[in-house]
């Protein structure tokens, strides 16, 4: 039985300013929707403002650790917990919850506002006739289920957190790889400072001066570019069909995000597949930052053999005169995307015309200096790939548990501890 609201469990519920905080390279995240995950803050690319700002935009409440940041519009619903040791503000279109500990631990209510029934609700109670969003009074008024005990609760968030502790470390890791891959790419490619360079002249080039033996090239001269596939929303389906990589399933300023994936039902060509390890770049931009448009993934997870991707993403295969992996760090470290994503245009929506992509004019290693880094950044492609699998595996298993342990279906009681769950 419906009896308590969110309000009532709650010390505060505290809107955001409604105007855009002046950011800078340096200083405390300021928490946008963007940044608001399912149950933890996505800090990569998140806008940061000064001591300055961070004073001014957090005097009707500062975040501490613990108080929960919820979305107002899209991902409407999404809700996060501010963690120890670090100092947020409030972007626009969040809300701040801070929860009564004596009535509703914040570590379970989360959970609880993650859970199918109040997503449900909260989808629901959401309004707007081109942005869904939700009004400070339907927040408030939220309806609760009846809440267990305070142990239980700690128990349920116990067991949960486990999966996205594993879940953060992980991420942590595939993080290092790119980082170390990245490193050596510059080194070799930007700075051109790769094994056996001291013995190589610099010569003049249209690019300025690059290696001698090198030369400067076209993406087309090396890569094929694939559109994607037209749809209509009647041909997504919850299940059944393809795998679909979308919009979605890019990352912000590059890499690839499973938990992104549609399902597909209608019609392709083969040149619209896609399999796993072969890279997507985003043409389409719903942000007027640029921070998909031209910027490339790689395929890590997918439940079939193949699947097909959307007209907002194109397929970039090699021609075969480069390992795919080079081509990859090339796409994702040199520079690219800083300078393609300027020709995207449009006034809501920015699209990238594919032939821009294939114009991009780089210095073009030996294929030896090529391989050589491809055999090297290849094992931690793959590395990151089972660590991508691990995570989707883990997602999966703690969302089939969310709504059994919300419910109380699950005794809690009788689960083994967290750690071994998660293992």
Not at 280 to 298: H, K, L, N, P, S
Request: aromatic residues 6%; neutral net charge; proline residues 5%.
């Amino acid at each position: 039985m419906m009896s308590l609201t969110l309000n009532d469990v709650c010390l505060a519920i505290v809107d955001c300013e409604h105007k855009t905080a002046p950011t800078q390279s340096e200083g405390h995240p300021s928490i946008r929707t963007p940044n608001i995950g399912r149950g933890r803050l996505i800090l990569e690319g998140v806008n940061r403002v000064s001591d300055e700002t961070y004073e001014q935009w957090t005097q009707r409440m500062e975040p501490k650790a613990g108080d929960l940041i919820l979305a107002r519009e899209a991902p409407i619903g999404n809700i996060a917990i501010v963690p120890t040791g670090l100092k947020v503000c409030l972007g626009q279109r969040t809300v701040l919850i801070r929860a009564n500990r004596a009535k509703v631990l914040p570590e379970y209510l989360v959970y609880l506002m993650l859970g199918d029934e109040l997503q449900g609700r909260i989808h629901s109670q959401s309004n707007g006739a081109t942005v869904h969003h939700l009004n400070m009074k339907d927040i408030r008024g939220l309806a609760l289920p009846t809440l267990p005990s305070v142990e239980t609760q700690r128990r349920i968030a116990s067991i949960l957190s486990a999966y996205d502790d594993l879940i953060e470390n992980n991420t942590r890791r595939i993080a290092i790889l790119e980082e170390m891959a990245r490193r050596i790419y510059e080194e070799w490619f930007v700075r051109f400072r790769f094994p056996g360079h001291e013995g190589v002249r610099m010569v003049a080039s249209e690019l300025g001066l690059v290696p001698e033996g090198w030369s400067v090239g076209n993406v087309v001269d090396v890569a094929v570019v694939h559109r994607g596939r037209s749809y209509k929303g009647s041909e997504l389906a919850e299940s059944g069909g393809r795998p679909f990589v979308n919009l979605k399933c890019m990352d912000r300023d590059g890499g690839f995000r499973a938990s992104g994936l549609k399902r597909y039902t209608g019609d392709f060509k083969d040149s619209q597949r896609v399999r796993p390890g072969e890279m997507v770049m985003g043409i389409t931009d719903m942000t007027q930052e640029r921070r998909i448009v031209a910027r490339v993934g790689r395929v890590s997870v997918l439940d079939a053999d193949f699947g097909v991707f959307s007209m907002d993403l194109v397929r970039i295969a090699s021609r075969g005169e480069y390992a795919e992996p080079y081509l990859y760090a090339m796409f994702r470290w040199s520079g690219f995307a800083d300078q393609v994503k300027q020709h995207a245009n449009g006034a809501n929506v920015l699209h990238l015309l594919p032939a821009r992509i294939e114009e991009f004019a780089f210095a073009r290693p030996t294929p030896e200096l090529a391989a050589k880094f491809a055999e090297l950044f290849a094992p931690m492609l793959s590395l990151c790939d089972k660590l991508e699998q691990k995570n989707a595996n883990l997602r999966t298993t703690r969302d089939l548990l969310l709504p059994k342990l919300i419910s109380g279906e699950l005794d809690v009681s009788a689960m083994p501890e967290p750690e071994a769950l998660a293992a």
